[in-house]
């Protein structure tokens, strides 16, 4: 079972027309990770209290700039919502 029909039988909903591709990159080429603190040991905090603060913006950048240098072909990152991506993005220029 793909995603979809998993979600649709957890759910109860039976859907007319369910999509699923195959991913354009392998499993070796992906990780998923936690990380509680950054390279200078602050902790990686991306509650609403704390995402726009200097500091866990300053820290998240410092993560982000350590993994560009060890990903040759470039990075995927999400954020939570679009407003903690554009602070992100508004500190880090």
């Given amino acids: 079972w793909g995603p979809a029909a998993r979600g649709a039988?957890?759910?109860?909903?039976?859907?007319a027309v369910q999509l699923e591709?195959?991913?354009v990159i392998s499993?070796?080429?992906?990780?998923?990770?936690?990380?509680?603190?950054?390279?200078?040991?602050c902790a990686l905090n991306s509650s609403f209290r704390s995402r726009e603060s200097k500091?866990?913006?300053?820290?998240?950048?410092?993560?982000?700039?350590?993994c560009c240098r060890l990903v040759p072909d470039g990075l995927l990152v999400f954020f939570p919502s679009y407003s903690?991506?554009?602070?992100?993005?508004?500190?880090?220029?």
């Fill in 21 to 23: 591709n195959a991913h």
């Fill in 27 to 41: 499993e070796s080429q992906v990780l998923a990770a936690v990380l509680p603190k950054g390279p200078t040991g």
């Fill in 55 to 66: 500091e866990y913006l300053d820290e998240l950048g410092g993560v982000l700039v350590n």
């Fill in 9 to 15: 039988a957890e759910l109860g909903i039976p859907f």
């Fill in 84 to 93: 903690a991506l554009n602070s992100a993005l508004a500190h880090w220029k």
